[in-house]
C-alpha cells in the first residue's frame, strides 16, 4: 500500500512560481513511475507531467518550458516546480504513482493523493 500526500498548492499571481510536493509512503517508491494531474473545475483530470524511475520526463504541451518533474527516491517525494503561471494553470493537482507507459504514454496507476488548490489569479 501506497499512501501519498501532496503540499505546496496556493495562490499566486500570473507569472509566479510554485513547487507542489507529493511525499509517498512505502519501501518501493523509488521503483514506481511517478506523474502529476490536475482538474479543473467542470473539466478532466489532464496529465501535466510524468517522471520514470530512470529520470526520465514527459510534459503536456501546455506546460513544456514551464513547469518542471523531478523526484527524490531517498525521500520518497516527487516535486512539481511550476514557473511562469497563467490562469489557466488554476486547477486541484493531484499526484499518481505505479502508472504504466504504452510507448512514451502514460497510463494511472492505482495510487492518488488527495489533491492540493493552485489558483492563479491577480
Known amino acids: 500500500q501506497v499512501q501519498l500526500v501532496e503540499s505546496g498548492g496556493g495562490l499566486v499571481q500570473p507569472g509566479g512560481s510554485l513547487r507542489l510536493s507529493c511525499a509517498g509512503s512505502?519501501?518501493?517508491?523509488?521503483?514506481?513511475?511517478l506523474a502529476w494531474y490536475r482538474q479543473a473545475p467542470g473539466e478532466q483530470r489532464e496529465l501535466v507531467a510524468d517522471?520514470?524511475?530512470?529520470?526520465?520526463?514527459n510534459y503536456a504541451d501546455s506546460v513544456k518550458g514551464r513547469f518542471t518533474i523531478s523526484r527524490d527516491n531517498a525521500k520518497n517525494t516527487v516535486y512539481l516546480q511550476m514557473n511562469s503561471l497563467k490562469p489557466e494553470d488554476t486547477a486541484v493537482y493531484y499526484c499518481?504513482?505505479?502508472?504504466?507507459?504504452?510507448?512514451?504514454?502514460?497510463?494511472?496507476?492505482?495510487?492518488w493523493g488527495q489533491g492540493t488548490q493552485v489558483t492563479v489569479s491577480s
Open positions: 517522471i520514470r524511475s530512470s529520470g526520465r520526463t
Open positions: 512505502g519501501s518501493i517508491f523509488s521503483i514506481y513511475a
Open positions: 499518481n504513482a505505479g502508472g504504466y507507459y504504452i510507448g512514451d504514454n502514460y497510463r494511472p496507476g492505482y495510487y
